[in-house]
């Protein structure tokens, strides 16, 4: 095996390791600190990448004009559609804007999912802290359900094709920056934008609740809830405040990812017994607990999937997330960085 | 009598009961009426209403008693399937053999699985038998193929050995049966405008059914389950007296993974065919469904829960808008396709978003399932009269 | 649903009906007896109408397949009864249909969901034979369901006409005497697929697979190697992929290290647009390999899913059953009936669907019976003509089709969203057509309930 193998299996590990951070960040702030086990968590994830595609089917609005020159599959009189980005800004704007529906997707994403995030808490998971896990396993398995057949309802089932700008098509050559020669460790530009991203949003959560008061509080109320509350805070606020974050860190981590896999409405479903898996891992309560989780599992599923190994041991491509979530649990009772007490019982 | 007092004793002849009558029960409309859609009983339905609510029996033995909420409870399913299956093919295609034999291989392989999860609690236990169940079902449906069938499923072959019955590999593929009586048989009665089928696979589920529920119900009154209680109330308190929980919660673990292996045979033996997909972690996050739709903890929660996810499943999936519009046709022509429009998300191609919705209203509306509320409101009722 | 569905359902075999006729004796409430001589075969439909049972994905990653089956099955279902234009009816060679519904009886169908799981499909199905009266099953997007429900219908004793399902297992090594396939097979796309990759990309190429970890993934990696390698194509590697899997990142990352110049995706649907994104995300499309460009081969298109992927398709190669833009004018006559109707063409999954139905109503009306062993034997050796593919022999010995098979290419410029695919080669059946017992598998006996 030569040593560019291993380095993009490294790299490909820190792209999905970095997806699954993302989302195990949401998830643990929810299930990890709030105690809420939310199966809806894939949902939110889904949704997000769904704005991408809202924004992408908004820019594209068109009026429609007859090309009476040429015919449709039936034989009538084309119909030729032109975005009104397009006529209102101009052929080379307009196409640029859509071009650049994902990145700008974000400015849509991040207050849908703060919203979707506080009506969610306030109208339903509120009600729900104090009702034992089983019922809010049902309750939000429900609600992950409801959300999908709206989207699919709407959208199809199909997955619909989001793609990066152009200028990010293409990759990067790492081997002639590191002296491997050209040609030799190419690895494609969205993927690394979507590694800093995760990494700077990652980085962003971590200061917010390092560095403010919110977050000191936020990081009390975990600890111990009642006494913060006893202290007079409004604890219950801030929890829904956090809940929206957490909605919206799912909900980015989901537009982002729509040009590495095209979005359909099971995407969500399709991370979520993996983030549960990353979040545990990494150790109930544990914010770093879950980031580091969602690395190691990353780059683990990378190597396995190598042909080599895979020729040494068949099927390990298919199990090793879960064989070493199991060793991982064995050797450390409480996972990667887990606290004493939470969901233990 | 039978060892169970008397509300236990009414409420297991109150099962037999519905499970005995439940062909009739269950086909409420006339043929051919156009609510006869929502008929239930034919026998494919209402076998899976029995098998599933002996798998969530014994789900509940588990998570309704000790608390231990497993995620990779259809691993014992998917054993048990492939069991019966095997035995089907290779011994005889008499289901007795198959039935206790999947039963078995599910008691071993849940011995195994729970010896290792049952060392951590909580949600660490809950992943520890996800991830078994997960690694199960990638194997089954890759490498182990040449034992699983893959993805395509493992079925009986026209040229299968069948030892004791002797091979035959001319005509059709014999059918699972009981000495001879075949499971897909039927009797039909047809009734003034009803139609009424009475099938032999139906009545050998309902009669282990009946076996299996008043087991559970002996190990809910036992002092075993008495301690699974102790273990789910206060683990610590038990710890202090000096008792290790663990022998009697991997005992529970093994006793619900033998229901679920019961039930996988079953439903090998009334359809032979066992697919991979049975052991995904949708397939056991179904029971827990079941399970906790029902009313977790309760007797006879589970099988109501059961029926209830099968009834959409089966029922609210195959209503389409030709339906639809044969229901409203007596409705002037722009309400007809108001109303079929308003209907149409939530049917066919839409069942899962009644499904979803469903699941929602009733956990926010009755808190601890259909059962647990419903005791809820006779105890208050009764408490009340006390008073 | 107005008329009075008759009262027999299957699994009823004439030993139960004895039992029947002697338990209801004993059962003063119940008034009417079943007369034994009722049982000629399972749903054997008694009133004006007959009923079918369209099984089709309806939620999952393959809905929108299913969701263009159904319409192509409520598109035959009207022209069947005379509704519409007729669609195929007036291209098809034979010319029993009427427009009368089947043998007269007016043509009525049930649907059901298949979730795209053995498990669930065969509830489905058999909901549709128990309850409905179903006499045909028909449908489906995948092999796996395929297979099973074939199983199901051969031991109920109905007919099952498969919809997609592209595996040789499907009329090979799992056939069975009650199922007919109208649909090709991976064989078919190997054996076509590959003189065109010959003339395209040379003699000399070497091939890395990647291949979706179940059954319909390995017969199609067969069928292209064989047909590959047999022109002097070398394999240098071939990874299995797990069926979930949804980043092929890692699997896609290593093809061009490996000294390959050709990357073969055995993958369908969502696996297959997720893969492929991967591998133009990756530059994999026209890196210089050997001295060569390196290319992208997909066996089996799916219009519909080759949306997904946008651009990535465009110059890919690859093999499909049916495409809208045929000009025959069988073709013209189902793009134009199907297109008035719902506004889009059909996919290929629709056409097959749509075919399967007319196919199974002329059998009836030849055999003049819906007594499943005649029209099974309707079916077998069964010649025809005018429903888009040409000139198509439904052959005896293993109840799969011959026709020609189209090789496509992902089109470069598409002049609207449907047009996704060229066609570059229309195959002659002659060319894709093997011996019947290369796969195995025993058809058993035609089973009627």
Known sequence: MELSAILLQVLNGLDKGSAYALIALGLTLIFGTLGVVNFAHGALFMIGAFCAVTVQRLLSLSTITIDESKTDFLGKPLQIKTPYVESWFGESVGNALIDWSVPLAIFLTIPVMLIIGFVMERGLIKHFYKRPHSDQILVTFGLAIVLQEIIKAYFGANQIPAPAPSAFIGSFDFGSVIGMGPGKLLYPYWRIVYFCFAMLIIALVFAFLQFTTFGMVVRAGMADRETVGLLGINIDKRFTIMFGIAAAVAGLAGVMYTPINSPSYTSGMDFLVISFVVVVVGGMGSLGGAVLAGFVLGILESFASMREVIEFIPGINQVVIYLAAIVILLARPRGLLGRKGVMES | MLGLSRNDFLMLLFVLFLVAAAPILLNPFPEGSSLAQFNAGYPDLMQRFLIFGIFAIGFNILFGLTGYLSFGHAAFLGAGSYAGVWMLKLLTINVIPAIIVSTLVAGLFSLAIGYISLRRSGIYFSILTLAFAQMSFALASSVLQPITGGETGLQTNLNDPRILDGANTTGNIPAPSLFGWEMRESMQVPVGDWLWTFNVGYYVCAFILLIAFYISIRIFRSPFGMMLKAIKSNNERLSYTGISPRPYTLAAFVISGMYAGLAGGLMVSMDPLAGSERMQWTASGEVVLMTILGGVGTVLGPVIGAGIIKYFENIFSKINDNLLHGWFSFMPDGLEDFMVAVIHPFVGKGWHLSLGLMFMLAIIFLPGGFVGSLHNVFSRIFRKRAQ | ?449
């Open chain 3, 1 to 449: 649903m107005s008329s009075k569905k008759n009262v027999l359902s299957t699994p009823v075999t004439r030993r139960s009906v004895l039992k029947a006729t002697a338990a209801t004796a004993t059962v003063a409430a119940a008034p009417m007896i079943i007369p034994s001589t009722a049982y000629g075969y399972a749903n054997e439909p008694k009133g004006s109408s007959v009923t079918l049972g369209f099984n089709v994905p309806q939620s999952g990653a393959y809905a929108d397949e299913g969701a263009d089956e159904l319409r192509a099955y409520e598109l035959a279902v009207e022209h069947l009864n005379g509704g519409g234009d007729g669609g195929m009816m007036g291209t098809f060679s034979s010319k029993a249909l009427k427009g009368n519904g089947i043998l007269g009886r007016k043509v009525e169908y049930v649907t059901g969901d298949t979730q795209t799981k053995p498990d669930a499909a065969r509830a489905s199905a058999r909901s549709m034979i128990e309850k409905d009266g179903a006499i045909m099953i028909t449908g489906g997007s995948s092999s796996g369901v395929a297979v099973a429900v074939q199983g199901l219908c051969q031991e109920a004793g109905v007919i099952f006409m498969a919809g997609l399902t592209h595996s040789n297992d499907t009329t090979g090594k799992d056939k069975k005497a009650n199922g007919f396939r109208h649909f090709f097979n991976s064989y078919m796309s190997g054996a076509a697929l590959a003189p065109i990759l010959g003339d395209n990309y040379g003699k000399d190429r070497k091939a890395y697979h990647l291949t979706a970890d179940y059954n319909w993934g390995y017969t199609t990696e067969e069928a292209v190697r064989t047909s590959t390698e047999a022109m002097g194509w070398e394999t240098v590697a071939a990874v299995k992929t797990p069926l979930s899997q949804t980043d092929f990142s890692s699997y896609v990352a290593p093809v061009q290290a490996s000294g390959a110049d050709i990357l073969v995706l055995n993958h369908y649907g969502a696996n297959m647009v997720n893969s492929l994104t991967s591998a133009v995300q990756f530059g994999l499309r026209g890196a210089q390999v050997n001295g060569k460009s390196l290319e992208i081969v997909v066996p089996l298109y799916s219009r519909l899913m080759a949306k997904g992927a946008g651009e990535n398709v465009k110059g890919i190669f690859g093999s499909t059953n049916w495409h809208w833009s045929l000009t025959d004018d069988a073709s013209k006559a189902f793009v134009k009936s199907f297109g008035e109707k719902y506004g889009f063409p059909p996919s290929q999954a629709a056409h097959t669907c749509y075919v399967q139905t007319l196919l199974y109503a002329d059998a009836c009306e030849r055999a003049g019976s819906h007594d499943p062993c005649a029209v099974a034997e309707a079916l077998e050796g069964f010649e025809f003509d005018g429903l888009g593919n040409g000139p198509t022999l439904y052959r005896a010995e293993d109840h799969q089709c011959f026709k020609d098979v189209l090789v496509v290419k992902g089109k470069e410029n598409p002049t609207s969203e449907f047009d996704l695919l060229e066609i570059v080669e229309v195959t002659p059946a002659s060319q894709v057509t093997y011996d019947a017992s290369i796969f195995g598998g025993d058809l058993g006996s035609c089973n009627a309930g």
